[in-house]
């Protein structure tokens, strides 16, 4: 994944809950749907990435989109329960069609559980919307395009899985960052400063073009893109 994002990361548990209250956001959770039914977030559509991942053509995503009623103009929020890793996936995929507002909890649903906040089990009634289709090929690093950006001197090569996978085998001149590294005991990343002072510490600037990847679907390298 090619790192060209300028919206905001992560939408506060506050503010979450006052967009909630405003009907002013969709929300998505993209956890089972066993475990969306027992309890989620209050107004939460349920999109398990399995579902997502099953057929993710820009034509299926943009059934989906509209299928939660999410136009163009609709702020999303998106969560898991796996420190932000799925939920990242499912964010980078929208921003890849081309919807611009949307964002990660800056928690997991458990956090939000633990804190007393509101969660019930009750499965919206949704309207459908009319999404239109606007692809970012510059979010998505083809092996081509990686192949002839690897000797650039202004391009890092981001590997986000655990360090023992990194030191058995990657891709030449990649940085280790652990995704594990990017969180904090409670929220899935770091404050923006703490985070800036790590990956100034790997070397990693933000004035370079940034290329992470991961051993799956993009779900952890997803997590990297989206800081």
Known sequence: M????????????????SEIRDKSVRVIDVRREDDYKQSHIPTAVNLPLANLLSDDTPERVLKLVNAMGISDETPVVVYDDTFGALASRVAWTLEYLGHSDVSLL??????????GLENDNKTPEVKSAN???HLRPEILATSDYLETSK?????????????????????PGAISLPYRTLATSDKILRPKDDM?????????SGN?????????VGTLSGLAYML
């Not at 800056?106 to 804190?115: A, H, I, Y």
């Not at 800036?196 to 990693?204: D, P, T």
Request: hydrophobic share 30%.
């Open 2 to 17: 090619s790192q060209e994002k300028t919206i905001k990361t992560t939408t506060d548990v506050d503010s979450l809950r």
């Open 106 to 115: 800056e928690t997991t649903f458990s956090k939000w559980k633990s804190l």
């Open 131 to 133: 999404h239109s289709i």
């Open 151 to 171: 000797e650039k001197s202004d391009v890092i090569l981001i590997d986000n899985r655990e360090r023992l996978n990194y030191l058995e085998q990657h891709i």
């Open 196 to 204: 800036k002072r790590l990956l100034e510490n790997r070397g990693i």
């Open 208 to 216: 370079s073009e940034i290329i992470t990847y991961c051993g799956s």
